[in-house]
Structure formats: structure tokens, C-alpha cells
């Protein structure tokens, strides 16, 4: 799947109304905690197990997606998280077109976890 293929796929909404709204009242950031571990664990079944990893992508998609709904998240923040996702999304699955490493595919979701703001130390 190309990356504009990715971007115009739809949001699924798999979840219930209650689900939705817990998860729409936590912050961006503890979203984004909680799918820096899905996407961790992504990563450790790509390189172990490959029977897992369609069935954890799902998992990583409902957070994803979730994030995506909540009204509190802002278009960049949507775009940006999107952007990530298809990044993994293309390593796992595809043709890994941006030449990624496990590492190099983790440094946005890297972020939400170590406090490392990548953008403000590649400007500086």
C-alpha cells in the first residue's frame, strides 16, 4: 500500500461510544504512550513471532484510530500520528520504502516515551 493510499483509507471506528470517550479525555501525550507500546510490540513480533503481528497491527489500529476520532485531537496531530503509522505500517508489511530500521521507525513513537522532541534537536 502506497502512502497515499494509506492517508485516504478511512478511519474505522471500531470501538464502542464509552470507549471512545475514555480514551478521548486522556491527553495527546498519554495517547501516544499507550501506542508507543503497541507499536514496541509490533516491532518485537515482527522480528519473533510473524504469527502475531496481524493481530497486534489491529490492536495498534484501534488506538490509532481512536486517537484519530477523538475530537480533542488536532489536524496536525492526526496527520503527523498518520504519517507514523504508515511508516510502520510499510515496514512491517510493505516494501519498507524509507529504508527503515526497527530503530529508525521508532524514533517518532520514541518521543511520547523519553521526552525527546526529534525536531527541536535536528533545527538545532
Sequence with gaps: MTLDEFLSHPVANNCSDEELALWASRSFKEQMQDIYGEAARLIKYHRESKEKVAKQ??????????????????KGE?????????????????????RNSSE?????????????????????
Design 57 to 74: 497491527w489491529e490492536v495498534f489500529d484501534l488506538f490509532c484510530s481512536m486517537t484519530y476520532l477523538a475530537p480533542t485531537t488536532t
Design 78 to 98: 492526526r496527520e503527523t500520528l498518520k504519517l507514523a503509522q504508515w511508516e510502520l505500517y510499510d515496514y512491517v508489511f510493505g516494501k519498507n520504502d524509507f
Design 104 to 124: 529508525s521507525v521508532m524514533r517518532w513513537f520514541n518521543q511520547w516515551i523519553f521526552d525527546i522532541n526529534y525536531a527541536a534537536i535536528s533545527e538545532g
